[in-house]
């Protein structure tokens, strides 16, 4: 931002200006992978690999800088993790390679990945991330230089992912089948092209050791954290994927009866804005049942910097979603949070409890913005009250975290469950007095019926103070005595 940028934001939105600012002030980054000390995990000192982290910068308009932060090499597998799912992606998205051409080259990507010098120069002029296809022989190189066990784990996705990708493709072109029809379908095509991002992330985890071998296993929540950020973005890109004739919206929500389109197209038409709102609010809904898994695997990350990879970009899908939610503009044009909102979340998401706070704090913007009107009212609003609940089960809002390590958490006393939980105390006490008593009971029969007596402890001896006092008297007044006599015939003539 220029200064004039900075100037207008000052006089417009000065709350927003003071977030930039501190985080511009305030925000660290965690590491520069152009460092040297950087250098033998972030192989910033080979021509290919500094090639590669550019391509990250090119393609990726939000994961580059998260990546870039996760600690020691994992940052440089997940960089190429998503470049071969980048370059898999650009063929499966290019309409202008003939099916017969794009199937063998989707269905053998992840051969032609380890394929010493293979690249592709025959993607069309306009699509955007050719140029990765064009140099994909860096790609390669240092994708053959990882760690066997990385490898083995973004193949083996890759593998899974070209095959769904290419069954969808393959449809589209044979049997004109334009539309997602089913919901079904359209949570499998999501799983193909995100939820296996999520399934090979927590095995990258769990192999690098920065977090519990079992992650990678967690196949159902790894899944939904890769649904939740591609549905998301579905949903905010209508226009721009109308617009290059590409419609992800699967046609059993947006084809009801009730709703009255014929094409996806004529949700921006004009008069079918109230109906459009209610399309979008159940592919919103469609999302949001994903929300609570999501929050369910932030709270297994214990490493600060995956943790973080994780939980910024789905606090910005949340943000995004509540964004998108009744705004009418979205069926317009492409809309996005503002930069003062995302560095915001940015500073905030670095725990499970403020990730937490973030999702209630929009799902009750998201729940505040339905109308009854709207014919999911209703699971709009189940929806949002199960991330209220699931906030409120893991982490309380009555409970008050301390603001400095090692004081204990307080209480909010106008809370009802402060009270209960006080009772709940009381009687914890009480039981734990019983069960003090019932062993001094038990006690007592083990010893015929009453508890042996105590040995007495030796008291201070009084008999002996008192008999040295009396001897010290004696003593004195004898003294005094011979005194007064000494001093009595002094004085006589």
């Not at 998205?93 to 380890?114: A, G, W, Y």
């Not at 994903?290 to 949340?318: E, W």
Request: charged content about 25%.
């Amino acid at each position: 931002m220029g200064a004039a940028a900075w100037l207008t934001l000052l006089l417009t939105h000065p709350i927003e200006f003071r977030t930039l600012l501190q985080f511009w002030l305030f925000h660290e980054q965690k590491r520069d992978i152009t460092s040297m000390k950087e250098h033998a995990t972030s192989g910033w000192d080979r021509q290919s690999m500094r090639r590669c982290w550019e391509f990250l910068d090119m393609t990726s308009r939000s994961f580059a800088a998260v990546i870039k932060e996760v600690e020691g090499d994992l940052a440089r597998t997940i960089c190429m993790f998503y470049l071969v799912l980048r370059g898999l992606d650009t063929i499966e998205d290019d309409m202008t390679i003939p099916d017969d051409v794009k199937q063998p080259i989707l269905r053998s990507f992840h051969k032609l990945t380890v394929t010493p010098g293979w690249k592709y120069n025959d993607c069309g002029p306009k699509e955007k991330d050719r140029q990765l296809l064009v140099e994909y022989d860096k790609v390669i190189e240092e994708v053959n230089l990882l760690d066997p066990e990385y490898r083995s784990i973004i193949l083996d996705i890759t593998e899974k992912m070209e095959n769904g990708m290419a069954d969808f493709a393959h449809r589209a072109a044979t049997a004109g089948a334009t539309y997602i029809d089913k919901i079904e379908d359209y949570d499998l095509y999501c799983h193909y092209v995100a939820g296996l991002v999520g399934e090979g992330l927590s095995r990258l985890f769990s192999a690098s050791k920065k977090e519990v071998s079992w992650l990678g296993t967690q196949l159902e929540i790894s899944n939904s954290m890769g649904l939740l950020l591609q549905k998301t973005n579905i949903i905010r890109d209508y226009r721009e994927d109308c617009d290059d004739k590409r419609y992800f919206w699967p046609k059993e929500i947006w084809g009801r009866k009730e709703y009255g389109f014929q094409e996806m197209k004529d949700m921006y038409a004009p008069g079918a804005e109230q109906r459009a709102q209610w399309v979008q609010s159940e592919m919103i809904l469609d999302a949001l049942r994903h929300s609570t898994d999501a929050l369910d695997y932030l709270r297994l990350l214990k490493n600060q910097s995956v943790f973080a990879f994780c939980a910024i970009p789905v606090t910005m899908a949340i943000a995004t979603l509540d964004l998108c939610f009744m705004n009418p503009a979205m069926f317009q044009r492409n809309i996005k949070i503002r930069k003062a909102e995302a560095a915001s979340l940015i500073m905030r998401s670095t725990n499970p409890r403020d990730v937490a706070d973030i999702f209630r704090q929009h799902c009750r913007s998201i729940h505040a913005k339905a109308v009854p009107e709207d014919p999911n009212f209703l699971r709009i609003s189940v929806a949002c009250g199960k991330v209220e609940q699931w906030c409120e089960q893991n982490f309380p809002s009555f409970v008050r975290m301390p603001s400095t390590a090692g004081n204990p958490p307080t209480f909010d006393a106008e809370d009802a469950r402060t009270s209960i939980l006080k009772k709940s105390q009381e009687i914890d006490q009480t039981i734990t007095h019983r069960k003090r008593m019932a062993q001094l009971q038990e006690k007592q029969v083990a010893h015929g019926g009453q508890v042996k007596p105590a040995p007495e402890q030796p008291g201070i001896p009084w008999e002996l103070f008192a008999l040295f006092g009396a001897i010290f008297a004696i003593l004195l007044l004898c003294i005094l005595g011979v005194v007064w006599i000494v001093v009595k015939f002094s004085d006589s003539p």
